[in-house]
């Protein structure tokens, strides 16, 4: 599932941003789905900068000459002659994957679909593609600045995992790391605490654990952040 965001978080509205979508220059939308992989570029729960491709502010179609050709592939065929046109819509500022180094906008709330899990578009699967809380490629992700959310492990970056009580810094490919990376790299907020699933939620065979795994190893822990942007 391309959701490092597991369902507990508790913010203020006031703290989400609602304008910005995911840069496409340069995408594949097949790999835009809804399963176990996740690409780690339409991830909901990534940590993301604003973009420098397609800075203006506003929404329009993704053939009026500032959209986007993955919008228009996605869509199919958009140029028949002497017909009606069908256009994707897009928001033009957009947000990227941020680094671990870089100014971050905060954390996305939401993961961006082209896709279900049986290659199916969802641009025809509305309701489909609430439930899995997502959007569509172009359309407005919802972004949190400040707020406490819980992340699975493949949020964060095994080489510094964070732990409860110590300050939590952004890592590349917009990831979660425990420590500042001599301090190159840019504090996000505050781990509160470590959790595993496991247990009765977690036997090993019969009832597997869909967000992470069986606690034995960093495919199983998941982290509770105070974000703090």
């Known amino acids: 599932m ?8 508790q913010y203020n509205e006031h703290f989400v941003i609602n304008l910005f979508s995911l840069d496409l220059t340069g995408a594949d939308l097949s790999g835009f789905k809804h399963d176990a992989a996740s690409s780690g570029s339409h991830d909901a729960g990534a940590l993301v900068k604003v973009g420098t491709a397609g800075s203006d502010i506003g929404a329009g179609y993704s053939n009026d000459g500032e959209g986007s050709t993955v919008l228009n592939n996605y869509m199919g065929k958009t140029d028949y002659p002497h017909v009606a046109r069908n256009v994707n819509p897009e928001a033009f500022a957009k947000f990227e994957i941020a680094g671990g180094a870089d100014t971050i906008l905060g954390v996305t709330l939401n993961q961006t679909l082209a896709f279900d899990e049986n290659g199916e578009k969802m641009l025809y699967y509305r309701q489909k593609l609430l439930e899995h809380q997502g959007v569509l490629p172009g359309e407005v992700v919802p972004v949190l600045t400040k707020g406490i959310i819980t992340v699975s492990s493949s949020a964060v970056i095994t080489s510094a995992l964070p732990t409860a009580g110590a300050a939590v810094y952004a890592a590349a490919g917009g990831k979660f790391r425990g420590d500042d990376n001599g ?30 795994g069986d606690g034995a190893s960093a495919a199983g822990p998941y982290y509770i952040i105070n974000l703090d942007l």
């Open 183 to 212: 301090g190159a790299n840019t504090r996000v907020g505050t781990c509160l605490a470590v959790g595993t699933r496991e247990g009765a939620i977690y036997d090993g065979s019969n009832n597997p654990d869909y967000f992470a």
């Open 2 to 9: 391309a959701n490092r965001l597991l369902p507990f978080r």
